[in-house]
Nanobody, 122 residues
Framework: EVQLVESGGGLVQAGGSLRLACVASGFTFDDYSIGWFRQAPGKQREGVSLISSSDRSAIYTSSVKGRFTISSDNAKNTVYLQMNNLKPEDTAVYYC???????????????WGQGTQVTVSS
């Protein structure tokens, strides 16, 4: 059974930083794409960043490039999202997701975590 457990959300002022973590289990880490999506109130879920299953490259949506960094620790089956220079528009519930193939512009995946709230105050 695939399980994804996120942590690390919270309340931070604009310009601050947070690091999200997603501990994964129930599948072979290197065989899947794993990434982060977010959903703000009243908005559709959108892709933030992911690690490609083909070459393990990192992919980002344009609004977070240069501010967010995705990384993984295969020994711990954990993927991280380091978020720097946070902005109020980054406020959302952040979800970890896994599938054989993920695309940052398509908010669909076979498996989702429960989400963690990130709130950025101005």
């Amino acid at each position: 059974e695939v399980q994804l457990v996120e942590s690390g959300g919270g309340l931070v002022q604009a310009g601050g930083s947070l690091r999200l973590a997603c501990v994964a289990s129930g599948f072979t880490f290197d065989d899947y794409s794993i990434g982060w999506f977010r959903q703000a109130p009243g908005k559709q879920r959108e892709g933030v960043s992911l690690i490609s299953s083909s070459d393990r490259s990192a992919i980002y949506t344009s609004s977070v490039k240069g501010r967010f960094t995705i990384s993984s620790d295969n020994a711990k089956n954990t993927v991280y999202l380091q978020m720097n220079n946070l902005k109020p528009e980054d406020t959302a519930v952040y979800y970890c997701a896994v599938d054989r193939i993920l695309r940052v512009w398509v908010p669909a995946a076979s498996y989702w975590g429960q989400g963690t709230q990130v709130t950025v105050s101005s």
